[in-house]
């Protein structure tokens, strides 16, 4: 079996960072974010509870995927996080699974060489 190591990240940080921003999601207001380069997102629900102002720029192809990368950062990153959470408990319970059967496969093969005696 391959084993692949993922980059060394700490993860405690990023969910430190992610919980201590503004709850999402970010909404960008429309007044300010419509054919601008200039860009004003605030939280959803909130009067004006402003997030940040940016400039994305000018670049008609590059601004808007920039702008938005931006207002999904905030839940994206909270759902990606879960996403490791959940795969790091199923691979917990996969290795413990893989560690009993192998338990298991051993006391079967001492079970067979028990039972059949000498080999002549």
């Keep these: 079996m391959t084993t692949h190591n993922a980059p060394s ?7 430190e960072r992610a919980n201590a921003a503004t709850p999402g999601p970010w909404d960008p207001d429309p ?14 629900g909130s009067f004006l509870s402003g997030v ?3 400039d994305f720029g000018t670049d008609e192809e590059q ?11 905030r839940q994206d ?16 319970e996969v290795q413990e699974l893989s560690m009993r059967r ?8 001492g079970e067979l ?8």
């Design 9 to 15: 990240i700490d993860l405690d940080t990023i969910r």
């Design 31 to 44: 007044d300010v974010s419509n054919g601008s380069s200039e860009f004003f997102a605030y939280q959803r």
């Design 52 to 54: 940040c102002f940016a």
């Design 63 to 73: 601004s808007p995927a920039d702008r938005e990368f931006f207002i999904h950062a």
């Design 77 to 92: 990153i909270a759902a990606l996080l879960a996403m490791v959470d959940d795969l790091r408990a199923k691979h917990t």
């Design 102 to 109: 192998g338990e298991e496969i051993a006391r079967l093969r």
């Design 113 to 120: 060489r028990n039972t059949r005696g000498p080999v002549a």
